[in-house]
C-alpha cells in the first residue's frame, strides 16, 4: 500500500463520525514526512473554510486520501504532537503500510454533473471533432450529451479532452479515450445520451477525475440532495 507523500491532501474526519451524513470533514496537506509521522498543515472544516479547533494532541481520526494511480486509500490514525515551525503544524501517526487499506480501485464514484469536453472520432467513414457536455462523470468513463448528426456507434474508441473546474477558478484538462458501451436517445429531446469507459488514461489525470467527483459529491451532500 502506498503512503501518504508530501504534498499529499487528506481529508479528515473524527474517528467514529465518518459513517455520518452530517459529520464534518476536515482537509489538510502534508508538509513534511518524519519516521513515523507526517507533519500536517492546521485542518480546514471543508463545509465553513475555518480552520479546526476541534483537533488537537490526542484526536483520533479517521484519514482518507486519493494517490496518484486514483485509488482511494484510508487508515485510522491519531495526532501525537504540534510543532511551531515558520507556521504550525500537526503530527499525525503513519500507519505500517498493511494497516493501510484501499478502498477503491476500478469500482469509481460516479456523479451527475456537467464539465465540458471535446471529442474525436476518426475512421475510415467518419471524422468528426465536437464538444459536449456530460450528463455524469467518474473515474471510470463518463456519459455525454451527443446531437444525432454524429453517427457515435457502441464499440466506437473516442478521443475525449475534459475541463475540470477547480475550486480556486483554474481549469484542469484531462485527455482519455472512451469507448462506447452504449447510446440511447432521450425522450422529448433530439440528444442521445452515449456512455463509455475509460479505456486509455494516465493515472495522474484519473487521479483529477475521482478528485472531482469527490468535491461534487460533498457539495451535494452540502445542499442536502444526496446523502
Known sequence: MTLPRIGQTLH???????????????????TDLRDDVALIELPINEKTGKTSILIGVGTALDVWYIDKDGSRYQFRS???????????????????????????RRSFLRVDTGVDIAVKLEDSLRSYHFVARTVDLSGGGLSFLCDPAYRIEKGDRLQIWISLPCKNGQVQHVSAVLEVVRQNPLEDTDKFCVSGKFVSIHEADRAKVVRLCYER???????GIVE
Open 12 to 30: 479528515l474526519s473524527l474517528t467514529g463520525s465518518s459513517r455520518k451524513p452530517d459529520a464534518d470533514v476536515f482537509k489538510s496537506r502534508v
Open 217 to 223: 459529491q460533498l457539495e451535494l451532500r452540502k445542499k
Open 78 to 104: 491519531i495526532i501525537v504532537g504540534r510543532e511551531k515551525q515558520p507556521f504550525p503544524v500537526l503530527l499525525l501517526k503513519l500507519p505500517a503500510k498493511e494497516e493501510i487499506q484501499r478502498t477503491q
